[in-house]
């Protein structure tokens, strides 16, 4: 992943905060368009244990609105013929 300095520079500030008892997940990097929902999707994507691709999509739907619009909407469905490809594969060589 590419970091901008300020998104590193949250990211760091975000770390060190962490050990003074401050829960990452009230800490955002770069917009609040994931704190403003009833629960984060990083939240949802650990409870429920879904794997990269999947939490890529729940990610990318979840914040389309309010963050790049269809942008964020063919980055998901990226993530969704990503998935579909290596599991095709994966079942044809079984």
């Not at 003074?20 to 997940?25: F, V």
């Not at 929902?37 to 794997?51: D, F, K, R, S, T």
């Not at 999947?54 to 309010?66: D, T």
């Not at 942008?71 to 095709?88: G, R």
Request: charged share 25%; hydrophobic share 35%.
């Amino acid at each position: 992943m590419n970091w901008t300095t300020e998104e590193e520079e949250a990211m760091q500030q975000m770390l060190s905060k962490g050990a003074n008892g401050t829960s990452a997940l009230d800490i955002q990097v770069a917009g609040s368009h994931y704190k403003d929902l009833a629960i984060q999707p990083v939240e949802y994507i650990h409870a429920n244990n879904i794997g990269y691709f999947e939490g890529n999509v729940i990610k990318y739907v979840s914040r389309w609105k309010a963050k790049n619009g269809i942008k964020d909407l063919e980055k998901a469905k990226h993530y969704i013929e990503l998935l579909i490809e290596l599991e095709t594969r994966t079942c044809s060589k079984n």
